[in-house]
């Protein structure tokens, strides 16, 4: 019989294989024909004006990180609400303070000008 930590070896082991194995298998056996339409750059099927390498502005990933907040803040909360009757007062507490942690948060970025659309 193992032991728990045979397991983890074995973990260990196979562990960087399985992502590994598809990768090497592409390497491997995909065709290789390379000529200059394919290494164009690809939008969407649209030709690209101008140069394709543009630097993006923080704002847009500032953007992306709160909406990632609050989307995690959701599937939080819902089973506090789905089982709202069943938990004790000190969970409420703590759902209030995480809510309240969110909220100052989304102050502090609102008042900073994060959400100022330039």
């Known amino acids: 019989m ?3 930590w045979q397991f983890i070896a074995i973990f260990v082991v196979l562990a960087p294989i399985f992502p590994a194995a598809p990768v090497l ?3 491997l056996l995909a065709p290789r024909k390379p000529n200059y339409i394919k290494q164009q750059i690809y939008e969407c099927g649209v030709e690209t004006v101008g140069d394709t390498w543009v630097q993006f ?3 847009y990933y500032i953007y ?3 909406f990632v907040i609050f989307d995690i803040e ?3 909360l819902f089973p506090i609400a ?3 009757g069943q938990v004790a007062l000190f969970a409420v ?3 209030v303070l995480f809510i309240a942690i969110l909220t100052a948060a989304l102050a502090y970025a609102w008042g900073r000008g994060v959400l100022e659309w330039v």
Do not use: G, H, T
């Open 25 to 27: 298998a592409n390497v």
């Open 82 to 84: 789905v089982a709202y």
């Open 64 to 66: 992306a990180l709160i």
């Open 93 to 95: 507490v703590e759902v």
């Open 57 to 59: 502005k923080v704002q």
């Open 2 to 4: 193992l032991s728990d």
């Open 74 to 76: 959701a599937v939080f």
